[in-house]
Nanobody, 114 residues
């Protein structure tokens, strides 16, 4: 059974940094894309960043230049380095892996105080 285990969330002051990790346990076949979503209180879940197996990346405009997504394909692990954090980055961050099936992590809370 595949599980995605996230870590690295927490509380930080505006301008600070956090690094999220998401590691898949179990076998995932045909991974094409790994990504991070976030959901702020009262808002819909949104795609923050994603990376393909060939390292093509996408970022939502609000995080460009501040967040960096990377992956270790051999370890089925995806990372999100978040710098210059803003209060509006607060939310629950979820990783998602697209393979032959789609897998979600359980979510990790990120809180940025002003």
């Amino acid at each position: 059974q595949v599980q995605l285990v996230e870590s690295g969330g927490g509380t930080v002051q505006a301008g600070g940094s956090l690094r999220l990790s998401c590691a898949a346990s179990g076998s995932i076949f045909g991974i094409n894309v790994m990504g991070w979503y976030r959901q702020a209180p009262g808002k819909q879940r949104e795609l923050v960043a994603q990376i393909t197996r060939t390292s093509y990346t996408y970022y939502v405009d609000s995080v460009k230049g501040r967040f960096t997504i990377s992956s270790d394909n051999a370890k089925n692990t995806v990372y999100l380095q978040m710098n210059s954090l803003k209060p509006e980055d607060t939310g629950v961050y979820y990783c998602k892996i697209w393979g032959l099936d789609v897998y979600w992590g359980q979510g990790t809370q990120v809180t940025v105080s002003s």
